[in-house]
């Protein structure tokens, strides 16, 4: 049933009008005219026979009285989370792998919806397990109104207990996205404790936070080529990225079965004993070389006579041989161009410097590599600055693979995806566990911010496909906008929510959700 307005001679009209079937057709019925559109409205009937009608509509009893301000706001809760999360989270079947594992415990709180409510803390705010049971009181998860801050800890031991066997599940259940699981990306970083580090995990390392005093643990993480997480792997801080990556490398085969697959890592795995251990194990690999520390790169390959192919705009190519060994070194004239500047910027300062207090120059790192020292006298090392040039904009890998000079360096190029990985991991996610006692625990909250980089990448893998690359802020900040909040009308309660933000529509179609009511009784 609706109004019409119906044309009659000189005059409009307004008519309540239904639709009704006859047959297999449908029909319209003249219910009633209200009378002639102008005279109503000069009488003001219009506006009586709405509110007279709004007194039986919930919707326009709730705007009069919002406009009269009358309603009473019981409390309010961001729904954007658990509705584009919550889709993703059953998307990757993870209440069912998670409950599988969880048949014949019997815990007295959901644990699946524990570890849900941490994941999602990851992705909007960044703290700890005790931040998170204090964030989760402003956003609505369904079934996790009743859980605290200990079911989040005992959560946390539980889910690092049996880590690898949730991502055993999740690579079972979407095997046919790693059906061209040809490449592998792979690196390490270190993350720091605030408190004791655990049972054994925490131990003291080389810090990559240049935090040397405190206790550390090695995450290890594997990317598909398309920067989808595999897995991750956490190890006692005393470890190095060399000795890390060959256990993984085992573990990964046995785990996931696989055979002919290219590792691709950085400089910092570049070792005799990685190289061997790769080869033994018939694994194809592409891995950057440190240029200065190795010797065999700097004298030969380096030196090596023979032209670049350009390969893209800013980026040329040669193949170099020593013995059966094959590299491939790369050149990037803007980079060459702007490390030949920095270095420019550099001897200029030392020039200026020189002359006021050259002592003061020694203990800076920037700046001894420069430095010539002989006796007390102290200048710029000209020699040393001709060898530096030799490095601009260059890069070197060593490979065993077959694939074209090309495709070996833009394969290696795509390594920043795991770079980007672990940036989120830090920066956005602030993973650092702060005052777990257990190790399980640590992994557990660990491997909660890796769940959570594989939402992400669902998403962001969601929105490309339909041409929308909006950044992770804004995505973060529009979902957390997104609110209901309650009132109380007349002894019943209803939902309001509020209007989509910025973005918010637009993840909204990319992962299939229907956009809540504006108003719904509760």
Known sequence: MFIRKKRAGRYDYLQVVENHREGSHTRQRVVATLGRLDRLQADGDIDTLMRSLGRFCAQVKLQEAHSRGELRALGAWSIGPELIFGRLWDRLKLP???????????????????IFVTVLHRLFEAGSDRQAARWMTGVSVAGAEGIQLHHLYRAMRWLGGVKDRVEDGLFSAHQDLFTELSLVFFDTTSIYFE????????????????????????????????????????????QTDVTALLPMVDRARARFGLKRVCWVADRGMCSKDIIEGLEERQMEYILGVRMRAVK???????????????????????????????????????????????????IEALQEELERNPKALVSNRGYRRFLKIDGKAISINKDK??????????????????LPADEVALRYKELWMVEA????????????????????????????????????????????????????????????????????????????????????GKVFQAVGVAVPSPVRAV
């Open 96 to 114: 069912a792998i998670i409950g599988g594992l969880l048949e014949g415990r019997k815990f007295e709180f959901d644990v699946e919806k524990a």
């Open 195 to 238: 408190g004791r580090g655990g049972e054994t995990l925490g131990q003291l390392g080389c810090s990559k936070d240049r935090r040397g005093d405190h206790k550390q643990v090695v995450v290890g993480a594997l990317l598909t080529q398309t920067g989808r997480p595999i897995s991750c792997d956490v190890a006692p801080g005393n």
């Open 296 to 346: 065999e790169v700097w004298e030969e390959v380096l030196s090596r006579a023979g032209r670049y192919r350009d390969f893209e705009d800013n980026l040329k190519v040669k193949e170099v041989w020593v013995g059966d060994r094959r590299y491939v070194l790369c050149y990037n004239p803007e980079e060459a161009a702007k490390d030949k500047a920095d270095r420019e910027a550099i």
């Open 385 to 402: 600055v001709a060898e530096e040039e030799r490095f601009d904009g260059r890069f070197v890998l060593r490979t065993n693979t077959t």
């Open 421 to 504: 990985f672990f940036r989120a991991a830090k920066s956005l996610l602030e993973t650092r566990p702060v005052y777990h006692k257990y190790d399980d625990t640590i992994r557990g909250h660990i491997f909660s911010s890796f769940l959570a980089l594989l939402l992400r990448h669902e998403l962001m893998s969601l929105l490309a496909l339909r041409g929308e690359k909006p950044e992770w802020a804004d995505i973060v900040r529009d979902l957390a906008a997104l609110q209901e909040v309650e009132v109380e009308q007349d002894g019943r309660r209803y939902r309001l929510r509020l209007p989509l933000q910025g973005v918010c």
